[in-house]
Structure formats: C-alpha cells, structure tokens
C-alpha cells in the first residue's frame, strides 16, 4: 500500500500539469483557503516546514515526526463577514504505532435573512450557509529519514435547507528530514477523490499536488532564519508558488514574511508568533496579515498548546 502510495505521489504531478487550466471549474473552493498564521504568513511555503497538528491540512506526513499531543485552534477574518476556522488534535502512540489526528475545517457565513423579489427586505425567515470538512489522519515513518502519511475528508456544503451536496476525499503525503541545516523536503496530493453533485451538474474537487523544501539558512547562538519554498499545481489554475522567511529568537520569539508568486489577488504576508513553556505545556500564539490588494487584507490567528 505504501509503495503504490508513493508511486501515485510520483505519477500524480504529471497528470495534474498535463491538465488544461479551468478556472471555475471546480468546486469547494473553501478547501484551498490556507488555515494556519504561521503558513499564510510564510507565503504558504508550508508542506515542507509544517510541524504539529496543522499538518493535518498541509502535510499529515509531518505528523510522523510529532512527539507528544498538540491541539491548535485558528481562526480566519474572511471578506464580508465570512468566518474561517480551522481545529485539530493530533497525538502520537507509543510503541511505534504512528501519529493519529482528527481535524474540522469551517467557512461560515453569520445568520442572514431570506428575501424575494416580493419580499426585497426579508420574509422573516433566516438561514446559515456553510462548508465544512472533517478529516482523519493516521502518519507514521517509514525510515529515521522518510514519513508517511494519510487523511480521509469527509466534505458537506450545506446552502439554506434541504440545499446539501456530500463529498469524500484523500489527502496523501511523503515528507523527508536530514540532519543537514534542518534540510526538509515534503509532498502532497490534497482533496483527491468523488465529485460534488448540486441538482443534476456534478463538480470536482480541488484537487492539488504540492511540494517544497525548507533549511536553516543562517543558525548561530539563539538565532535561527528558516527559508522555505513551495509549489502547487491545482487542477483548476497555473502553477502557484511561495517563497518565505521565519526568523527564531530562542525558540519564543518569531517574526514571519512571505511573497506569492503567481497569485493574481494576494501577494505579500507578514506575521509573527510567540511559544510560552509552562510547566509541561508549551503554549503557542500566531498571527498573520495578508494582502488581497483591491479585496483588502486577511487576519488570522491561532492558538495551539503541545504537551
């Protein structure tokens, strides 16, 4: 299983650029809405870098070099009053069995009043919309060098009621460490499975392959400037990449910038975080800003605590 896995991360790239770009053409749009401060503000060049519970999302590969259990809450200020979160739990069993994480992805709109043409202000009726994604990964490693890992999404999109389209995906990645500079190389396949069905039209998934790389460009004392790069290539759009810088100051202190190249809306993010250790706990804060330029900026923040 893990063989053909790793032949399908090899083989997949191919097809996906072989692919003609369709922008519209798939849905679920919501699933390739990054989730993580720390990754936003790094220009998402993440599927390498990634550590802790977020790779549920970025890379559940990551999640086979997680010590201990990590719980990390995020939330997204999307536009027009759009709520973005992001939730995940992830621990690691003893006795070489692998890490195990369960994690929810939300994009909701607040309560909203029903109107009709007749009835332009409101019939009186309210109703919420949202998509939603619950996952479950398992990762483990296959070497002291080379990890593994896997997530099943289950995708509900859910538009007033009885509007509801089900879905169901998988998300398979490799990551690989090395003892040179922190020196990290990762890839993804994400959101790779059965269409959603509206009425009668059916519509894929966004179905994305990513890769990237990350080192320690310049460590000395306290002092720690991390480099990251990443590329994806969605089944609807041109190749996208990211390019991003996390300067460590005694493993506490963080201060994050990112570029996008390729994005027609959202270049440039910034960000920083802080990791607090309390007793056995080590309590993590993050925040991000990114440019969307006529669109505005995007806020997120998180919360996470390891132990």
């Known amino acids: ?33 990054g989730i993580s401060p720390r990754a936003t503000a790094m220009g998402d060049a993440f599927v390498s870098a990634v550590n802790g519970a977020e790779a ?39 006795g070489a069995v692998g890490t195990v ?101 059916a519509y894929p998934l966004p179905t994305n392959f990513s890769f990237g790389l990350n080192i320690n460009a310049f460590e000395q004392s306290n002092n720690k400037l991390i480099f990251a790069a990443a590329a994806t290539k969605p089944n609807d759009g041109a190749p996208l990449a990211g390019i991003g810088l996390e300067y460590n100051l005694m493993d506490h202190y963080f201060l994050r910038a990112g570029y996008r190249l390729n994005h027609e809306v959202a270049k440039y993010a910034f960000g920083g975080g802080l990791k607090i250790d309390v007793i056995n706990y080590a309590l993590k804060f993050d925040y991000s800003y990114t440019d969307f330029s006529l669109l505005g900026g995007s806020h997120r923040v998180g919360i996470g605590f390891g132990f």
Not at 66 to 71: E, H, V
Not at 148 to 160: E, Q, R, V
């Open 1 to 33: 299983m893990i063989r053909k896995s790793l032949l399908l991360l090899v083989v997949f790239p191919t097809i996906l650029a072989a692919q003609y770009e369709r922008p519209g053409s798939a849905t679920a749009q919501f699933l390739k809405i």
């Open 101 to 201: 994480a369960l994690s929810m992805t939300a994009l909701y709109t607040d309560e909203m009043r029903v109107r009709t043409p007749l009835q332009p202000d409101g019939t009186g009726e309210t109703f919420y919309a949202g998509n939603y994604r619950l996952g479950l990964t398992y990762a483990r490693s296959i070497t002291d060098r080379v990890h593994f890992g896997g997530t099943i999404n289950y995708i509900n999109m859910a538009l007033y009621s009885n509007f509801n389209a089900d879905a169901w995906a998988m998300d398979i990645g490799v990551l690989y460490t090395s003892n040179f500079r922190d020196f990290t190389f990762g890839m993804q396949i994400a959101n790779f499975g059965s269409d959603v069905t509206f009425v009668n039209e």
């Open 56 to 94: 549920a999302y970025y890379n559940s590969a990551a999640l086979a070099t997680l010590a201990g259990t990590d719980i990390v809450f995020q939330h997204n200020e999307w536009f027009s009053g759009i709520n973005h979160d992001f939730a995940a739990i992830a621990r690691t069993i003893s």
